[in-house]
């Protein structure tokens, strides 16, 4: 009778460990599916940074989404965003070309994911600029958009 009990015990606390386990990992396949869409996504966004349409590069991001520059500039909310991008392809951004490589994809849950990215910009009157961009992006009404985005530089060796 003990043995049985204990074994009940133990079963009852397993299958909530159990439970838990099975549905808050997406399953292989939708991984690579939901990954595949956010590399598309990515794409999708140096395409429109070559159009330097400043309020078509905003729509990417959240209303309250954010950029934090490399040297530390807060580009605040997709208002914030558009007029900073504005400014910056009337001036030292015109003509510029941005290429992203996504390097990592981590899936947090199935509408939220963590993104590492390599990222080449370049000007006409200057050295390409290598990046490393660490992003947040939700899940929004079937699309993908950025919530945060944190740019950082990698030093002139």
Not at 8 to 35: G, H, K, R, Y
Not at 80 to 108: C, M, P, W, Y
Request: with cysteine.
């Amino acid at each position: 009778m003990r043995t049985l009990l204990t074994c009940i015990v133990f079963a009852c606390l397993c299958v909530p460990v159990l439970a838990d386990d099975s549905s808050s990992a997406p399953n292989s396949t939708a991984s690579n599916s939901l990954e595949a869409a956010i590399k598309q996504r990515v794409k999708e966004f140096d395409a429109t940074w070559a159009t330097h349409d400043a309020k078509a590069i905003a729509a990417y991001y959240t209303i309250d989404g954010n950029i934090v520059t490399p040297d530390g500039n807060d580009l605040a909310g997709r208002d914030g965003i558009e007029q900073s991008l504005t400014d910056a392809f009337n001036g030292h951004l015109k003509d510029s070309t941005l290429t992203t490589t996504v390097e990592k994809v981590r899936l947090i849950k199935p509408d939220v994911a963590i993104v590492d990215s390599g990222a080449e910009m370049k000007t006409p009157d200057g050295e390409p600029e290598k990046l490393h961009l660490v992003s947040v992006l939700v899940k929004t009404d079937g699309k993908w958009l950025t919530a945060t985005t944190r740019a950082i530089a990698y030093r002139q060796q």
